[in-house]
């Protein structure tokens, strides 16, 4: 099968941006880089480089100026006739001591139900230049997935060796070693293709190592925090903090993403090039959810073999306790400290809220864009840092008939369901005594406080969204 980039040239408009981060990362060939703050550094000064509005505008244009053909062998499995919710990419290539590719596989179909399979595909990019061993390993998961592959599940695949660019010879950023160049700039490469394969099969794209195994419901769970972001915007959610594990993109990003990573495939390794990815399209920061759905487990590494012990301490293997917290606005007359606006107390990330000293008749409302019935409310206030900056006297109501109000939106009736208690509220089986639909959630402070107000998560749970 082959499958094109769109092909024209532009020449112009890319070369600022080329030339750039070319001389930047060019000049640390010498050997006085080596230190891990130098490196940081020299990551750093070539970020700032890249992120001026010129280079963002030429890299906007990089959309229809890089080409490259890629003709994909199919190992297994057969295209998608209709287009997913999520497609699940990971490459692998053969390792010097050990294979994980088989118990990744098998956690990410055990982690999942059969209502999750249909709206998800996953794509292994077998990427050796080995064939025999590429064929060994299809043949390996074919035996032990096969009523996947027969489902429309799974795919793998494999991008020639033809179509890669230049693998030796390469410029010794960094001071890397020559064979770890190699290396890295060859996953570049691999993922890249990896990328196009996958830019039409779905909405959204996760990417994952071949060695990491999943929370349970995962998908249902990155779901819900994709829900949780409509309405903002983002280029880039994380569900691990490691490598490149649990990476979430819009699939109508993919094709970008794959010329950048195949236009500086040699100059520094790909988690380096994502942020510089997410930068240029105006994500400053991070997003990224807690707990983590994704673990690293490979003992060996795919590089020379080497002991790889990482593990993201954030994971939990069956977060069951993962709120709905509906897509919403958030008001509230707080006087905001800095940038801890109040959106950042409703979201699972580590992000909170923070106000200066409220006052009596103060309020924090949630107004749900579609009326839910909710389960259960729990709000914490406070940090371990700042554990003085608690809620001290405020009561949670529940409000209907939301309406405009001073050309805001508001709720004209509110139920009264509970007080904070130390700074805590919890209210479980809420519809049960108050089984209408709810349109606000308001936080009212019923005590004037000289400390200041942390709030760190509210965590919302529906018994159903109403339409």
């Not at 020299?42 to 480089?49: A, D, T, V």
């Not at 490691?242 to 094709?255: E, M, N, Q």
């Not at 930068?279 to 790889?308: C, W």
């Not at 593990?311 to 509230?332: G, L, Q, Y």
Request: charged content about 25%; hydrophobic content about 35%; overall charge positive.
């Amino acid at each position: 099968m082959r499958i094109y980039f769109k092909k024209s040239i532009l020449i112009i408009g890319f070369t600022s941006l080329l030339f750039i981060l070319f001389v930047v990362l060019s000049s640390k060939n010498e050997d006085d880089v080596s230190t891990k703050a130098e490196k940081l550094l020299s990551r750093e000064i070539s970020l700032q480089q890249i992120n001026s509005e010129q280079n963002l505008q030429n890299f906007k244009d990089l959309w229809h100026s890089y080409s490259y053909n890629v003709s994909y062998d199919f190992l297994a499995g057969f295209p998608v006739q209709k287009q997913k919710f999520l497609a699940i990419g990971l490459s692998s290539v053969k390792r010097k001591r050990g294979n994980y590719v088989l118990e990744t596989l098998k956690s990410i179909f055990e982690k999942s139900t059969d209502e999750e399979l249909k709206e998800m595909v996953v794509v292994v990019h077998l990427a050796d230049f080995d064939k025999a061993w590429n064929m060994k390993v299809a043949k390996d998961i074919s035996t032990k997935f096969a009523r996947r592959i027969l489902s429309g599940h799974l795919l793998i695949i494999h991008a020639p060796q033809e179509h890669y660019p230049p693998l030796e010879g390469l410029k010794r950023n960094f001071n890397d070693a020559e064979n770890r160049v190699t290396f890295r700039s060859k996953q570049n490469v691999d993922y890249a293709f990896l990328l196009n394969f996958c830019a039409n099969l779905s909405s959204y794209y996760l990417m994952i190592e071949d060695d990491v195994k999943c929370s349970k419901s995962f998908f249902t769970i990155i779901k819900k925090s994709i829900a949780s972001r409509k309405g903002t915007y983002w280029v880039t959610l994380e569900f691990s903090k490691l490598g490149y594990i649990g990476k979430l993109y819009h699939s109508s990003d993919l094709r970008r993403l794959a010329q950048f990573l195949l236009l500086f495939y040699q100059e520094m390794p790909c988690d380096w090039l994502l942020g510089h990815f997410q930068n240029l399209l105006a994500q400053k920061d991070v997003i990224r959810f807690k707990p983590s759905l994704f673990q690293h487990t490979g003992y060996y590494s795919s590089f020379l073999g080497t002991a790889n012990l990482l593990k993201d301490d954030d994971f939990e293997e069956d977060p069951s306790d993962i709120p709905d917290n509906p897509p919403a606005t958030i008001f509230t007359d707080i006087s905001t400290f800095e940038s801890y606006y109040p959106k950042k107390a409703y979201s699972n990330m580590d992000e909170y809220f923070w106000g200066k000293s409220p006052s009596a008749g103060n309020y924090f409302t949630i107004i749900f864009n579609r009326p839910a019935v909710l389960n259960k409310l729990r709000i914490y206030t406070g940090s371990n840092e700042r554990k003085g900056d608690v809620l001290q006297f405020g009561d949670v109501e529940l409000g209907s008939q939301l309406g405009k109000s001073r050309n805001q939106l508001e709720c004209s009736s509110y139920t009264k369901i509970g007080s904070f208690i130390d700074g805590h509220f919890q209210k479980d089986d809420i519809y049960k005594s108050y089984d209408s639909p709810v349109s606000c959630v308001k936080i009212v402070i019923t005590k004037s406080q000289s400390k200041w107000l942390i709030i760190q998560n509210i965590s919302i749970w529906t018994q159903q969204l109403l339409k």
